[in-house]
């Protein structure tokens, strides 16, 4: 799919969720790269730049979405010729979709083994990561249920009970508020993330961080499932994860919004959760406790602090 509709599918969360949105984002990059005409090398880089701009500004939340540029686009910034940076693009982008879907496969094999016989699970929104561990462990023969939430204001909890009664699950679909009502009953909270920040905070969907501390205050292990690239590099020096403010419409219809003058709507997109209410991240690589995240963003990333000594942005950081 070309790069103007990948990113309108961003926008508007035809294609949503973390991974998807990187893999969406890298394809599209690829796409582009086979249609641009550009006469040479400097004039590819400056059309690549500007597609990879395009695909950014969709989305500011989900870290993945730049890491998987970042991977496509230093390919681009190294090469010597024209030829070289077509090649980069093509083997780049098709690298990450494997690596992504792989790391989703690792991670639901080591995820499952955190998940005992007879586990009653809950999950928030729709992560592909979350589920694969929770349909993987069910694959093994384990007795699991699993209870969702419904996910306001975009119910995405309605994407994850179709996928779970798909694979034969046992189900509970719940509005969000009633997590605290059934959090004692849960064995695990098994959610994905958006970002991962150096200090192990998890950015993910809207009310995990009320999730995570239900499930802490009722003694529930919180066990987030992350790839590796959703580790953000940048908040090592000091940037902080924007969290995206969605159309008020979303949550109240606007004829009703403006009959009230003095109500202002509200509708952020994802919250933090502290990694203190984190049990344990599970990436590719392994199981980390969430105080491990420099070293994943140094080890599988990367990205030390010295990447970005001379580096204003993804852009042009010259690195892998
Ligand atoms: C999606 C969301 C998911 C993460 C992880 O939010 O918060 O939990 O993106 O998903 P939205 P995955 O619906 O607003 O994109 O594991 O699939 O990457």
Redesign the pocket.
């Known amino acids: 799919m070309n790069v103007a509709d990948t990113a309108e599918k961003i926008k508007s969360?035809e294609i949503?969720?973390?991974?998807?949105?990187a893999r969406a984002a890298v394809e599209a990059l690829a796409c582009h790269a086979e249609q641009v005409r550009a006469a040479d090398l400097s004039g590819f880089r400056k059309e690549m730049h500007r597609a990879a701009d395009i695909l950014l500004a969709t989305?500011p939340t989900?870290v993945?979405l730049p890491n998987a540029i970042h991977i496509v686009m230093s390919g681009v910034d190294r090469a010597g010729t024209l030829a070289e940076a077509q090649e980069a693009v093509r083997t780049r982008a098709a690298g990450f979709a494997e690596s992504s879907k792989n790391a989703v496969n690792r991670i639901a094999e080591i995820g499952s083994r955190h998940i005992p016989d007879g586990a009653t699970i809950l999950t928030?929104?729709?992560?592909?990561?979350?589920l694969a561990c929770i349909i993987a462990a069910h694959r093994q023969g384990k007795d699991i249920e699993v209870f969702a939430t419904e996910v306001r204001p975009?119910n995405?909890g309605l994407l994850t009970i179709r996928t779970l009664n798909d694979a034969g699950i046992k189900t509970n679909f719940i509005v969000d508020s009633a997590v605290r009502s059934f959090i004692g009953r849960m064995d695990l909270v098994v959610?994905?993330?958006?970002a991962i920040t150096v200090n192990g905070a998890v950015v993910?969907?809207i009310g995990t961080s009320q999730i995570a501390l239900a499930a802490h205050e009722a003694r529930v292990n919180m066990v987030v499932?992350?790839?590796t690239y959703?580790f953000a590099p940048r908040t090592i020096l000091g940037e902080l994860i924007e969290i995206e403010e969605r159309d008020t419409a979303e949550v109240l219809a606007p004829e009703i919004a403006e009959s009230l003058p003095h109500v202002t709507v509200r509708n952020p997109?994802?919250d933090f959760t502290p990694a203190e209410y984190v049990d344990l991240i599970v990436t590719e690589e392994g199981a980390i406790p969430p105080e491990m995240a420099y070293i994943i963003i140094r080890e599988y990333l990367g990205w030390g602090i010295s990447e970005f000594h001379n580096s204003s942005g993804i852009n042009n950081t010259g690195e892998d």
């Open positions: 969360m949503r969720g973390a991974g998807r949105i989305r989900a993945s928030h929104c729709n992560s592909e990561a979350a975009r995405q959610t994905g993330a958006d993910n969907k499932a992350a790839e959703k997109a994802f």
